[in-house]
T-cell receptor
Framework: EPEVTQTPSHQVTQMGQEVILRCVPI?????FYWYRQILGQKVEFLVS????????KSEIFDDQFSVERPDGSNFTLKIRSTKLEDSAMYFC?????????????FGPGTRLLVL | RKEVEQDPGPFNVPEGATVAFNCTYS??????FFWYRQDCRKEPKLLMS???SGNEDGRFTAQLNRASQYISLLIRDSKLSDSATYLC??????????FGAGTTVTVRA
């Protein structure tokens, strides 16, 4: 069964450093998402992406965040200057988008720790 | 008011028991509804979609009450493997999922 993959599974970084989290969505999916989950808290929407542009972003997704689909398979989330409060699990998700299919499929996540 | 509110539990039940819990959502324009399951430190996985007429998937039954903005999940004949956090998830028209904080269920032998 096709699945969303994410790399790395864990990342430790120093405050102020840039990180890039990578995702490979399911191959025929058209809509891509990033969510985050701070330890002990709920999953929160960050951004949605369709047709090579952001379709919606949350208030969490400020100027320090950016997303890109650099090629036909990868979908990345960049945090330019990490803060302690960026420590969280980051989930990528994708959705087919065709035929009204709504289900979003989540990757296994990248656990980011900012020191 | 939170977009999606859930009873956090925990619900601690013996194997074979029935457990039910619910959530409420604030936005009446919400269009679709799901229950996801999340195991400790893992990604959310779709358990089932929730339809207006109510729906069943094996031992799991979901109900939706649009008038009261209320969604429920019932698990029959609980198994040890049902131990998890169950996430109530609501989708607006833009497919931005709003998650509840989750209801923790522990099934004991």
């Amino acid at each position: 069964e096709p699945e969303v993959t994410q790399t790395p599974s864990h990342q430790v970084t120093q405050m102020g450093q840039e990180v890039i989290l990578r995702c490979v969505p399911i191959s025929n999916h058209l809509y891509f998402y990033w969510y985050r989950q701070i330890l002990g808290q709920k999953v929160e929407f960050l951004v949605s992406f369709y047709n090579n542009e952001i379709s919606e972003k949350s208030e969490i997704f400020d100027d320090q965040f950016s997303v890109e689909r650099p090629d036909g398979s990868n979908f990345t989330l960049k945090i330019r200057s990490t803060k302690l409060e960026d420590s969280a699990m980051y989930f990528c998700a994708s959705r087919p988008g065709a035929g009204g299919q709504e289900t979003q499929y989540f990757g296994p996540g990248t656990r980011l720790l900012v020191l | 008011r939170k977009e999606v509110e859930q009873d956090p539990g925990p619900f601690n039940v013996p194997e074979g028991a029935t457990v039910a819990f619910n959530c409420t959502y604030s936005n009446s324009a919400s269009q679709s509804f799901f229950w996801y399951r999340q195991d400790c430190r893992k990604e959310p996985k779709l358990l089932m979609s929730v339809y207006s007429s109510g729906n069943e998937d094996g031992r799991f039954t979901a109900q939706l009450n649009r008038a009261s903005q209320y969604i429920s999940l019932l698990i029959r004949d609980s198994k040890l493997s049902d131990s998890a956090t169950y996430l109530c998830v609501v989708n607006m028209y833009d497919y931005k999922l709003s998650f509840g904080a989750g209801t923790t269920v522990t099934v004991r032998a």
